[in-house]
């Protein structure tokens, strides 16, 4: 009698979730046959329609919480042999910007509910690495490498990102001029496919579908765990900010440091634009806390912008005593303006965690879950001073709403066997224009994205040879002029790794093939 009670409660719990799932009924059933080491929830899908831009709310109908690998590959498998059009997308925390990790009326895979990090210190000619999952965070990949006294070489600047999120991308910052991004300090992944398959890959083994992965926008695998370089890591930087007024110095500087060999250079390079004035985005934001600036050096000859160099140099304990000498031999040849340069320790976390702080600061204010109409670009070389001429000193003379950045990077330390794109040349500069609309909604979610189209448009009508990081495009047109000459392998690893286009439609790539 037991028995019969446990097999009709148990009957009356499949039939509860199939009569409660949104999705077709053939999903529905083969779904609810599954024995799942997590949960396949219908409810709650909300917070799977949100992300950081927060202007795009696709709605899932079902949220995916995985325990174990398994579970995301009978997922797939059982969305792969049905013949609706139920696509699937892999989640981190949601940091994307117009509804890349969102499906709509899909299955959203939270892949944060499988976690997962096994630091390996190295040993017997073997360097060290770190096998994180998914969906972990870098910052928990941080904190246990650390503990090891180890590091990733190439991180984020803000570091609540996802590494299946970021190593869909590129995963760039001030150290990716000397390791390359993040994609470049990958050294074997797991992942499953588009068909439902786990699979190991790396650069010598399924090579292919590993580089497909690294930059593949999630379009042709769910990365389950990532194999991660680590190098010894510092106890403290030196962390310094200079002021420039002339944009060809300030790129010629950043230039030279990222040509230095490693050991005779700053370790961390980027930089950013800030507005002429003493408002709240202008220079008053350059020196750290406690420190001020000597508005009267800065010559009546600057121009609408200035821009600020930011960099660290890496030390250990045991260097506490030259590092002032050390900097400050770096520093000296140097262009900025005289005088206006600002110094402070940091202890290496402090220094890799600061943006989380600025987090905090802003959610006090109300002013982090407000819509982000960011736009990233890589600008070649040749024309980053016509750029320049046009973009920062005139268009977005008057700030644009958050941070402007402007950094150098080296297409040598990225492999063109990946998915990720970039501009033609050795030399090429991410801009950043990390804005937020404010509550009060001046200026507004529009006008902000109707000047990031302005900016596309500059650059179209001028030749500038641009790619977008962390892309948005809307038409297959779009893509395939965004990979150029890449696009076509683009669709042939689609075809052979996810060929009915089930994962992150949220890219809007492809369309699902029923
Ligand atoms: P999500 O937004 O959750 O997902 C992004 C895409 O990847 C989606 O298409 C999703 O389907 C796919 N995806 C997610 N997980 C997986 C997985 N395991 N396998 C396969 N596909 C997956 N970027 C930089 O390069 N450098 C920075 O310094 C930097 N700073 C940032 C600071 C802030 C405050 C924010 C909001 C973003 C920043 N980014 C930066 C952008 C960031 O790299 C992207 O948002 C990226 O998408 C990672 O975010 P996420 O982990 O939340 O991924």
């Not at 509804?99 to 009326?105: D, K, N, T």
């Not at 340069?341 to 989380?356: C, I, N, S, T």
């Not at 879950?369 to 960011?374: A, E, F, I, L, N």
């Not at 500059?458 to 038409?475: D, E, V």
Request: hydrophobic share 40%.
């Amino acid at each position: 009698a037991l028995m019969l009670l446990f097999v009709k409660t148990l009957m009356v719990g499949l039939a509860r979730d199939t009569y409660n799932c949104p999705l077709p009924k053939q999903d529905c059933t083969s779904l609810a046959a599954l024995k799942l080491d997590g949960n396949l929830s219908f409810s709650s899908t909300a917070d799977a329609a949100r992300d950081f831009g927060n202007m795009r709310h696709d709605y899932p109908a079902a949220v995916l919480y995985p325990a174990s690998v398994g579970d995301i590959s009978a997922v797939v498998r059982t969305v792969y042999a049905s013949s609706s059009n139920v696509t699937i997308a892999a989640k981190g925390p949601g940091h994307s910007i117009h509804g890349q990790a969102q499906a709509l009326h899909g299955i959203v895979i939270e892949m944060s509910a499988l976690r997962g990090i096994e630091v390996f210190p190295g040993a017997f000619g073997v360097p060290p690495y770190v096998d994180a999952r998914g969906g972990e965070l870098w910052i928990d990949v941080l904190r246990a490498t650390l503990k090891a006294g180890l590091a990733p070489r190439s991180l984020t600047d803000y570091l609540y990102l996802s590494v299946g999120g970021t190593l869909s991308n590129a995963g760039v910052s001030g150290q990716a001029f000397r390791y390359g991004p993040q994609i470049s300090n990958v050294i074997e992944l797991e992942v499953v496919t588009g068909k439902g398959d786990i699979s190991t890959c790396s650069p010598f083994q399924n090579a292919d579908l590993f580089f497909a992965v690294l930059g593949g926008l999630g379009q042709f695998a769910i990365i389950t765990r990532a194999r991660i370089i680590l190098e010894p890591a510092p106890h403290k930087v030196q962390w310094i900010r200079a002021l420039y007024s002339d944009f060809k110095i300030f790129t010629r500087d950043q230039e030279v440091l990222m040509s230095q060999a490693k050991g005779k250079s700053f370790d961390y390079i980027e930089g950013s634009v800030i507005v002429n004035s003493k408002d709240r985005h202008g220079w008053k934001s350059v020196p750290f806390q406690g420190q001020n600036i000597n508005a009267t050096l800065i010559p009546d000859s600057a121009g609408p912008v200035l821009y600020c160099l930011e960099l660290t140099k890496n030390y250990f304990d045991h260097e506490v005593d030259t590092i002032d000498k050390e900097v400050d031999a770096l520093l000296e040849p140097l262009g900025h303006l005289p005088s206006v340069v600002f110094k402070k320790d940091a202890p290496y976390l402090d220094f890799l965690d600061r943006v989380h702080m600025s987090e905090e600061r802003l959610r006090k204010l109300g002013l982090w879950d407000v819509p982000h109409p960011w736009m990233n670009l890589f600008i070649p070389k040749s024309k980053i001073v016509e750029f320049d001429a046009w973009a920062f000193k005139h268009y977005l003379r008057d700030g644009v709403n958050g941070p402007l950045l402007v950094y150098p990077l080296d297409r040598m330390k990225w492999d063109s066997r990946m998915s990720a794109v970039t501009p033609n040349e050795d030399i090429f500069y991410l801009v950043g224009l990390l804005r937020y609309a404010s509550p009060s909604l001046v200026p507004s979610v529009e006008s902000l994205k109707n000047q990031n189209k302005e900016v596309i448009n500059f650059c179209q009508a001028n030749g500038i040879g641009y790619k977008q990081y962390l892309p948005h495009y809307s038409t297959q047109e779009e893509w395939a002029r965004h990979f150029g000459v890449h696009w076509t392998k683009f669709v042939e690893r689609k075809f052979m790794f996810d060929p009915k286009a089930i994962l992150s439609p949220g890219q809007r790539v492809f369309s699902r093939i029923k």
